[in-house]
DNA sequence: ACGAGCACTACACATGTGTGTAGCATAAAG
DNA sequence: CTTTATGCTACACACATGTGTAGTGCTCGT
């Protein structure tokens, strides 16, 4: 049995393939990536990734569980050595990522891996119940709210990561391109772009558009 | 000449061909969509797109710079009526949006449409200058990086619709969706996730990091 | 030793899709 | 009226791709 190598370097074709999957999903989307080139990629026949996973659907289905397993796992691990973590929080997450960056990126930009988002939000409740604790006024929404467009925005960095290398000038996966983004993103996070009573008198304003809809047709 | 009914209700083969490509691209995604699926939504044969548009890539980049224009008409209405704009800032810039919403998401996240999100950056840039006005302190980052990171976080919005909209618990297309949408982005833009401390004190992390990298191998 | 099961391969099939070509109708220009 | 251009359609081709099927060698249990 192959097991033995499985559990010693995880180098079973079944890993091998699922492996290039995420690599080839991640770099051309699940439509382009053809079970050819996954196959290739794996150095074994295109049938035997039928073989393992029935169809590209189930494949892809696969990653994604693979990846809520590793998810969860990094997220424990970051709970233990939280020095590092601390001085660039999404930096060393994405670092985390590694490869399986475009993955994510590609599953949730396309709507699939629904219980990977949630996972992510769920960690975002976690870390903002103990924001909040430091907080005094009361929030505009729940936390699970924020907590999910929080994590929306976390991940618009991975998303729409060339792009921002693009617009930063250097490649996101550089030393200096990461080091860029972690300063950028420190700088935002702890300047608010709305001061509170610009905040207040925008929610007052919501507030008296939710009852008097403007005249638009739609 | 049909190009009396264009000027009028821009309801030209060509304009529909383009309209329904941006929708159908929007929804399925590039490789999804079909020019067949395509001409049947608009009403037409597929051999007619291809007359128009000579390939299917070609076809892209003609709802690309269509869109670049429409972007830059509503960013200088946006400049006009600041009225409404004011109160809900990405609400109501996702409403203007409208169906090409969904468009420009899947063309930014599949890693197109990169004069699309420089011309959002540059949006971002004159929206943060007249910010930086009101701000004492130096900022950690050039306002080009806070704007390529600051517009990628508003994008986060129509990107992760769905998901956003499963985790809110209402749909974002929905009054009551936008709604909440904007109260929770209002309450995020106003209250900083770091005190002015602790960011810098990560950010000398950072830089201490910087000249000393981890011990990991990669 | 031997048969059963499994990992794995080679090959064929059906189909959807982008693209190419030929042709028709309508209308403006001469 | 004829000619020409153009918006538009119908049809066919080449090809890639997901999927299905048959077959082979190797290993393990008995």
Redesign the pocket.
């Known amino acids: 049995?192959?097991r033995i190598e499985a559990d010693l370097e995880d180098l079973?074709?079944?890993a091998r393939i699922r492996d290039a999957a995420m690599r080839l999903f991640g770099e051309y989307g699940f439509e382009?990536?053809?079970?050819?080139g996954i196959?290739e990629a794996a150095?074994?026949?295109?049938?035997?990734v039928?073989?393992?996973f029935g169809?590209?659907?189930a494949l892809r289905e696969a990653c994604d569980a693979y990846l809520v397993k590793e998810i969860r796992r990094m997220n424990d691990e970051a709970r233990t050595d939280s020095m590092r973590t601390a001085a660039n929080p999404v930096g060393s997450a994405l670092a985390k990522l590694g490869p399986y960056q475009r993955y994510l990126a590609r599953a949730l930009a396309e709507g699939w891996a629904a219980p990977l988002f949630d996972e992510m939000v769920r960690m975002s409740e976690e870390w903002l119940e103990e924001a909040d604790k430091a907080r005094p006024d009361p929030p505009f929404a729940s936390r699970k709210a924020r907590a999910t467009v929080g994590a929306a925005m976390g991940l618009t960095v991975p998303i729409l990561h060339q792009h921002i290398s693009r617009g930063l000038g250097v490649d996101l996966a550089t030393p200096q391109g990461a080091h860029l983004l972690a300063v950028t993103l420190l700088d935002i996070y702890s300047h608010p772009m709305l001061t509170p009573e610009t905040a207040a008198s925008m929610r007052d304003a919501l507030e008296k558009l939710r009852n008097s809809p403007p005249s638009s047709p739609s």
Chains 1, 2 share one sequence.
């Not at 150095?43 to 035997?48: I, M």
């Open positions: 049995m192959a079973t074709a079944r382009r990536a053809t079970i050819r196959a150095g074994v026949s295109s049938g035997l039928r073989h393992h169809s590209k659907q």
